[in-house]
């Protein structure tokens, strides 16, 4: 009677041979169900327009989906949110959710899931021209979707398929999975699948150099687009019949094409159909030996090609912050589920320790006193052991899950390293893209020295921009190494600040600019005089860069709690709302007073070089009248602390 209660409490099964039934799964609340389930939609509907509200959906879902243990809305939750990074360039973080998603899904055996994460997959691989691979899942999606009659998704892997055999020269496989898509797609009236079927052939036989059927299947395409009113639709197809036009011999008609294709691309402010539309104007006007137009589309080509290049730096920089809020989100609520779990450990073993000490002195009762002292020290034994084996339990189990964590938090660390140094090298690659279209045309004899000659003062404005970038970021490389020091001394700043000025003297004099540098001469600070320069130097260049002709800049210095140096512009000023995005580091392009350019890279580098040296800088500014950016800094002996010590000595 007592083992049998004391297994009732633990809630084990008593009986000779008796056999545990398997475990329950968890039935969630339908109406909860459905909640998650919304979130997760609402999330897929508004990624494309606004990722950070789409992201906080998500969070909001997969937190309700990991506290109730409902795990059909966590697999549905990694597999959106994979598609947003993958639509961002973030190929590895979204494999990785897509594989999770799978795993979820074999285990619930949502056969419907596998295969959606199957065919995210295979495009992810597509993507990363991992064809093989590509093509393997696809397949099997396929297979999953015809299983379970899901037509629509089984013409949507067929034209993506097709597209993974063409890129491998199987043709006529790819033309098989086509025309079935297309027979498939009027059958069910399903509009989208019978675009891309079209447009894809199109893709196929211009490929296979048959430009008649090329452009019969393309127009199907071009047609379908116009009923919808799809502009980016229409900048494509018009774009690839301008290339069937033009191999056609048929120059002017291309001409025409490409002229649409770029007009649909503006209206969505598509950039990257934009860029091609006018690469293809450039060649065509080349091929009919027009050479004014081929300088006018290849300046408008340099032009948004810059644009691009800047719209994606802010826009992976925006993300990067995301993903860091992102990350602080769920390590919060991590850690607020480990405690609570802890908590409820700790809750769960003090009520079995109290209620198998109270089946112990029944057991007492019931065998007498002869057995009292046997009872007791088996009882303390168990609850000693049960304990121990708890806690080691609990401890490994954390152990695991930390070490796991910690990986996924350094890989999603280098990823952001990655991506800013990806954002920086677009800077650095411009200049070298502008001189190699520049250098093309003079090279091909297209225009005389005086058309280029403008070009190439523009030109060496940006190679300088770039030295400046580059200086900037091996500056800020040095300082983030692991043992590197800054090397710290006394510095006279007159005579610093003195040699920052000489070296902008030819940014000066372009823009009639006067420098007065009133620092006290007898002033010392204590830091590294090459990382001063640095700092010095990129604020100097800014105020230069946003002061008009004929202006301005003032470098005064005051010695009260340490050192200020502040250099006060006569420049533009800064709105109160660029003021706020550069306290939160919140990096965007601005544009000088001679349209020259910043990164938004050299303030960060001033504040985290300072930081390390124990100063800092703020910022004032009012619009229409200038800024002022003040450095502060640990002083050396002031002067007047100078002398003090002189007439001590000589005492």
Known sequence: MVLALVCLILGKPFASGAVSGPDKIKVIDPALAAKIDSLNEEAFEVKRQDVSAALGLLHKALTLSLQHQYRKGEAINYLYEGGIYQQKGYAKRALYLFFQSVEISKQLKDTFNIARANHQIANAYRDADRLPEAEVLYKEALGQFLALKQGKDVINIKNNLALVLLDRGRYSEAEKYLQEALAESKGSRYTYGLKKAYFHLGLLYKATGELAKARNYMGH??????????????????????????????????????????????????????????????????????????????????????????????????????????????????????????????????????????????????????????????????????QVIQKSSV????????????????????????????????????????????LHIINSGMVTQEQYAPKLEELEKQYVRSSDLLENLLVWIKSQLEGAQVQVREVALSSLLQDVVIDHEEALAAKSVVVRNQVQEDLSVLGDPEMLKVVFRNLLSNAVKFTKQGGEVTITSKAVDGVTIAIKDQGVGISEENLQKIKQKMYFTTVGTARETGSGFGLMICDDLLRQSGGGLSISSTLGKGSVFAVNLPASLLPQEKGVQQSMSLM
């Open 221 to 386: 395409a071009l047609v379908m687009d116009q009923e919808k009113h799809d502009s980016y639709g229409l900048s494509l197809a018009t774009g690839h019949l301008a290339v069937i036009a033009s191999e056609e011999g048929k120059n002017a008609e291309a001409e025409n094409l490409a002229l649409a294709s770029l007009r649909y691309a503006r209206e969505i402010k598509a950039a990257q159909l934009e860029i091609e539309a006018l690469e293809r104007l450039a060649s065509i006007n080349q091929a009919r030996n027009h050479l004014q137009h081929v300088i006018a589309w290849q300046d408008s080509l340099v032009r948004k090609q810059a644009e691009l290049y800047e719209t994606e730096r802010t826009e992976a920089i925006n993300m990067l912050d995301l993903l860091k809020e992102k990350q602080e989100k769920q390590a919060a609520f991590e850690k607020q589920t480990l405690l609570a779990a802890q908590k409820a450990e700790v809750t769960h073993l003090i009520l079995q320790v109290s209620l198998v000490a109270s089946v112990v002195l029944l057991a007492i009762a019931y065998f007498w006193y002869r057995n009292f002292k046997r009872a007791r020290s088996i009882g303390k034994e168990l609850a000693v052991k049960n």
């Open 395 to 438: 401890a490994l189990d954390q152990l695991n899950k930390a070490i796991s964590k910690q990986n996924l938090r350094l890989e999603q660390a280098n990823e952001l390293k990655n991506k800013l140094f990806s954002i920086l090298s677009h800077d650095l690659r411009k200049p070298l893209n502008n001189t190699k279209g520049l």
